[in-house]
């Protein structure tokens, strides 16, 4: 792993987090499965939801990640370890607090999902990712529901067998929004 990653994830150095920024992509591009693997350690502790620190780390460790995946194109490399943490996403709350406020693995999730699958025509990536996002569908936080499925929307344009295991999940999900919808009024 580069060493500022190694310090930054290492040493949770809330200081050093923005020095990632000045890396170059290619710098970095070999780091960033090892980066990931580092970050599910970090989220998956038990103090995570009330560490600030830890959590403005992360943010910004996924944030210099998934831009550098994006400009190096590197997805395919990256989508087991993406996929990883996205799934160790689930084991947590996702559902927002009172005031309309993300938990911290909600965030996570989400930034996560954008990078993931706006790879929508990308089969490989989108093999690994579907039996995962479809999880998200019944998870409590609306957001995320409704980013999901325009997500998956947007693969089954281009890979539909993909979505095929998880028509029921998907179908289930479309109802029981329309009925919260409806109860609404």
Known sequence: MHHLFRLVLG??????????FSLDDSEIEDSLTEALEQIKIISSSSDYQTNNNDQAV????????????RETESIEKHAKALVGLWDSCLEHNLRPSGKDEDTPHAKIASDIMSCILQNYNRPPVMALAIPIAVKFLHRGNK??????????S????????LLADHTEVIVKSIIQEFHNTYEMY
């Open 154 to 161: 947007l693969a089954a344009i281009t890979k539909a067998d």
């Open 143 to 152: 957001e995320l529901c409704r980013n999901m499925s325009n997500y998956l």
């Open 58 to 69: 992360v943010e910004i460790c996924i944030t210099r990640i998934t831009t550098a995946i």
């Open 11 to 20: 040493q949770k150095d809330l200081s050093r987090a923005g020095d990632l």
